[in-house]
């Protein structure tokens, strides 16, 4: 990280955002009072299910002359934001997305700090400590509490590579001073509680409630343990970020932050307290309370009139989460490069479709060799992201659209046969603790630090089991029935002429009918 003396630059934080957001028609201010409990989590909900804007409440009830009276949510709902996000046109192709974000996160940019910024203007330790004067949503009516963190920026440092993490870890109100932390081994938060463990020392943890949506965004990515996520935001802002450092630690934030809330984990389970259930991103209201890390407040910087950043997680079909968009591209592409770092080669395109969270991936190949769907699952089943992501992976060619629900169920009717080994299990392996597909005494994280998975590959792609076919043109499938591009370029020439109506094919469609484009580089179709 870089060093400078001057002070933070305020052009880059959240309300930066929100007056893009507001520039575009993406930004609703609610003036109407709405209560914390239950209802702000019911109208995110329809919001979100609407692929409406981001929404600012301004009047909560009993938070009206309380330290923080706003809360934000749902500014990173759709993909209207992201491509807002990405300073790309709204209507940018989903995979031209993916590969822009591929291409930034190979261009990190280092941050810099700075000696001071907004987040110092009020800094609160000792009595003035109190988290109940932020307007903490209860979410779910069948949530155990009040979550606060729910789409922040949690900071530690590795002990001993001393490089920082950021990620978003949920955590629950449970005092004035008490946040209760679920805290798995395998995050790499998770790495770093364990060196204190050895040591039984306090973890010091910062956790950054709003700054520019970039932080959320790159925070709740699975990058690699060697990507400093400070480094992939300013990838994306196009510029460093710029840090301070914390009151009570060497931990690092945003300059121009909302709300950082400062203190420490004891590794002692004797300091633990209960924790949960919420309403998690499977979209499910499982889970029940069980002892959790707790993290005890130190100090607490914000800004003059803060607002505090949140989410409501959990999706399933046609009410989506604001992990959702994240999950679509930014997780995609991230994927996409963990697989080449890997030594896979031939990726055409990656996609973890919105609605599975991560949980089901599907990748698009130019086939290279026998085994290739098997070594880009198991590439991907030995990251460190498959703690939470790939449980179901998916393999298809280039004559695959893998964003169309229709193409994928083709592939998989015509091109799947278990018993030439295009259907495998792998487990059990580790796992979500927080799918409900697991037994509950299988994904205990107190007696196995995680979950338990039995993982699962379609390779929809042409065998090569199969012998070439003279009557095929050599190909090992039959040829696709397909258009002559002669024939259909004569078609469309006369559509109009014919009488039937409406406009012709779309590019995109014709492709599909003819494809005259791949057909040059893949000679299978």
């Known amino acids: 990280m870089n060093s400078t003396a001057n002070k933070s630059s305020p052009d880059v934080d959240l309300r930066s955002w929100l007056a893009t957001l507001e520039a575009h028609g993406e930004l609703r201010r609610i003036r109407a009072e709405v209560d914390w409990n239950e209802e702000i989590g019911a109208i995110a909900r329809v919001n979100l299910g609407l692929q409406g804007p981001g929404l600012l409440f301004e009047n909560i009830k009993g938070y009206q002359d309380k330290r923080c009276t706003r809360f934000l949510t749902g500014t990173l709902g759709n993909r209207r934001h992201v491509c807002l996000l990405l300073d790309l046109p709204v209507d940018t192709p989903d995979r031209q997305i993916v590969a822009h974000l591929k291409r930034r996160y190979r261009q990190g940019i280092a941050p810099v700090e700075v000696d001071t910024g907004p987040v110092k203007a009020n800094v609160l330790y000792g009595s003035s400590i109190d988290l109940t004067q932020f307007p903490v949503p209860h979410w779910h009516h069948l949530d155990g509490g009040r979550f606060l963190d729910t789409f922040c920026g949690v900071i530690t440092r590795d002990p001993g590579t001393q490089r920082l993490n950021v990620g978003i870890y949920r955590g629950q109100l449970l005092g004035p001073d008490k946040v209760g932390k679920l805290l798995i081994p395998t995050q790499h938060w998770g790495g770093h509680f364990a060196q204190h463990r050895e040591t039984m020392k306090p973890m010091p943890v910062a956790v950054v409630h709003g700054w520019h949506d970039v932080l959320p965004f790159c925070a709740g990515s699975p990058f690699p343990k060697a990507v400093c996520e400070y480094e992939m935001m300013g990838a994306i802002l ?87 968009p994240l999950c679509a591209y930014s997780w995609s592409a991230i994927a996409w490069n963990m697989l080449e770092d890997s030594g896979v080669g031939g990726i055409t395109d990656v996609w973890m479709p919105p609605v599975v969270t991560g949980t089901h991936i599907v990748v698009q190949i130019r086939k290279q060799y026998r085994g290739h769907a098997q070594q880009i699952a198991n590439a991907l089943w030995g990251t460190g992201a498959g703690q939470w992501f790939f449980k179901n992976v998916m393999v298809v060619e280039e004559d695959i659209d893998i964003r169309d629900r229709e193409a994928l169920e083709w592939a998989w009717a015509f091109r799947v046969n278990p018993a030439l080994g295009q259907l495998c299990t792998f487990g059990p392996t580790f796992g979500s603790v927080l799918d409900p597909s697991t037994p509950r005494d299988q994904a205990d994280p107190m007696k196995y630090g995680t979950g338990c998975w039995t993982r699962t590959l379609v390779d929809a792609t042409r065998s090569w089991e199969f012998e070439r076919n003279p009557a095929w043109g050599n190909r090992r499938f039959p040829p696709l029935n397909k258009l002559p591009v002669a024939i259909e370029e004569k078609v469309r020439a006369r559509w109009a002429e014919y009488g039937i109506g409406g406009d012709y094919l779309s590019e995109e469609k014709r492709e599909l009918l003819t494809f005259a484009k791949l057909s040059k580089r893949f000679p299978e179709v």
């Open 238 to 324: 196009g510029r460093p970020v710029e840090l301070v450092k914390c009151e009570t630690s060497d931990l690092m934030v945003p300059a121009s932050a909302e709300i950082v809330v400062e203190g420490f984990i004891s590794p002692d389970p004797a300091t633990f307290e209960m924790e949960g259930p919420f309403g998690e991103y499977p979209g499910y209201a499982g889970g029940s309370p069980s002892p959790k890390p707790v993290l005890r407040v130190q100090r607490i910087t914000h800004r003059d009139d803060p607002i505090l950043r949140g989410t409501l997680e959990g999706a399933r079909p046609g009410f989506p989460s604001e992990d959702s």
